[in-house]
């Protein structure tokens, strides 16, 4: 057991700091995440290379997941304007490809938990398109980071107003209603589909 537990801890620090030293001297970052199902010819998917090319060319790097749907496309899109990083941060699945061909600088985590902290540690904002668990994971740690203070002047955007509104909606009549959230936490997250006010807020960070 005592060998065990010392690789572990040996792969947890190998995730931190391969994940510290491949992203803290970049510059600045936007994270995007999203599902890995979707096909490349979904309206969200073409959003989000869209997106991820309009802040290439504006000299910002795209961090992803490193996988498929969503993430490719915005590792596609950055990956095409030949200006800033396409950055994808994988993970080690038994079986499963999970890095996409459009990375210019990438790293395959053994942990979910360091990889989603590594995904957003050196990030502005990050822009979530719809997906499904690991999407929402991603999403409400995030959301947790910034409600604690732990990412200061970090900006969230949900891209799919009507993929994410009944979300918001639960957020508004559960959580805020029964008081598990304050006021101010609603104000945390800009849901919209216009990508050129999110490229505009973001180039000013």
């Not at 994988?90 to 499963?96: G, M, Q, R, V």
């Not at 902290?117 to 822009?127: G, T």
């Not at 909606?169 to 805020?176: A, D, H, V």
Request: charged fraction near 30%; aromatic fraction near 12%.
């Amino acid at each position: 057991m005592k060998k065990e537990k010392v690789i572990c801890k040996d792969k947890i620090a190998v995730d931190f700091n391969d994940g510290k030293e491949l992203l803290q001297d970049l510059g600045k970052s936007v994270t995007i995440f999203g599902s890995a199902r979707t096909s490349s010819d979904d309206k969200y998917a073409k959003l989000a290379e869209k997106l991820a090319f309009r802040l290439s060319k504006k000299n910002i790097n795209v961090i992803t997941g490193g996988g498929n749907g969503i993430m490719q496309a915005a590792n596609k899109g950055a990956f095409e304007a030949k200006t800033a990083e396409s950055i994808g941060l994988s993970i080690y699945l038994p079986n499963e490809k999970t890095k996409n061909e459009y990375i210019t600088k990438g790293l395959t985590f053994n942990y979910f938990f360091s990889r989603k902290y590594m995904l957003v540690k050196y990030s502005k904002a990050c822009v979530i398109f719809p997906g499904g668990f690991g999407t929402l994971d991603e999403m409400f740690e995030v959301l947790t980071l910034t409600q604690t203070g732990k990412l200061n002047g970090f900006k969230i955007y949900l891209v799919g107003c009507d993929y994410w509104k009944y979300l918001i909606k639960f957020i508004e009549k559960s959580l805020y209603k029964e008081n598990m959230i304050d006021k101010e936490d609603l104000n945390i997250i800009t849901l919209t589909d216009n990508i050129k006010q999110i490229e505009k807020e973001i180039v000013l960070l």
